[in-house]
């Protein structure tokens, strides 16, 4: 017999909220604000020019977002960000690399909904005793974006830690995030189910790394197959699909 479930790995994009991200017109306002307070201290001249370099450099990447949170990636944005600065001629040391990283993530607006279901998966997680540890591919957010967005969306008191690809250093299906995830945990690989959307990015390494897996597509198209120990169509029959798998324990 396995030995019991203690952590649930849950990705993001296209898992709890959509792959598709609206890109607004006010979106650039609100970066170039929060690009002024990031800079605070420096030439104004040279913050907006920094400021037209980011949002000019980064409109393919946004671009790509649109369509779907899982695209492929030529250019990390701490390179992104670090080229902008270097051209400008101001610092690019690793703090104020964060800041402005941060600064360009979009935060949750009004037009943004997690998908349907995403709020009771948290829970049943919570009231299963598990711990909840999101493991996310992101570009511009780190965890502690993330935890802003999901104390706007009224969840951040069901999740427990965030793991990002970038606090991890790597895109999934690179297994730090899920390493960085167990470490945080202090638990085995068998301890672990991970819950995503993607075959390759999600369901594939955490097999490799010996965890439990529920392929769940509520934002995409029904997989033809899965190596999946669960595939569920939605949030709602994932969390089902959760409890049936501690029952078996």
């Avoid at 899982?70 to 902008?84: H, S």
């Avoid at 909840?132 to 009224?154: P, Q």
């Amino acid at each position: 017999m396995r030995r019991r479930l203690e952590v649930a790995l849950v990705d993001v994009g296209g898992t709890l909220w959509p792959n598709s991200w609206p890109i607004r017109q006010a979106d650039s306002a609100g970066r170039r604000q929060r690009i002024a307070v990031a800079m605070a201290g420096h030439d104004p001249e040279l913050i907006d020019a920094l400021t037209e370099d980011l949002l000019r450099s980064s409109k393919p990447g946004d671009e790509a977002r649109t369509v779907s949170t899982e695209a492929r990636i030529a250019v990390g944005a701490d390179e992104l960000v670090t080229a902008c600065l270097t051209r400008q001629g101001l610092p690019a040391d690793a703090q104020t690399i964060s800041r402005i990283r941060r600064a360009m993530a979009i935060p949750i607006h009004d037009r943004f909904q997690p998908l349907p279901g995403a709020g009771d998966l948290l829970r049943t997680i919570h009231e299963l005793g598990l711990r909840t540890v999101i493991a996310s591919n992101t570009y511009w957010r780190d965890a502690d974006s993330y935890w802003d967005d999901f104390r706007t969306l009224g969840m951040a008191d069901m999740i427990d830690q965030i793991v990002t690809s970038v606090d991890a250093g790597h895109l999934k299906p690179h297994p730090a995030v899920f390493e960085m995830a167990m470490h945080w945990a202090g638990v085995a690989a068998d301890r672990c189910v991970v819950i995503g959307n993607r075959e390759e990015n999600d369901i594939e390494p955490a097999l490799g790394l010996g965890m439990w897996t529920i392929l769940v597509h509520p934002d995409d198209p029904k997989p033809a197959s899965s190596g999946a120990h669960v595939v569920a169509a939605d949030l709602r029959e994932c969390a089902r699909a959760l409890r049936d798998m501690l029952a078996a324990d």
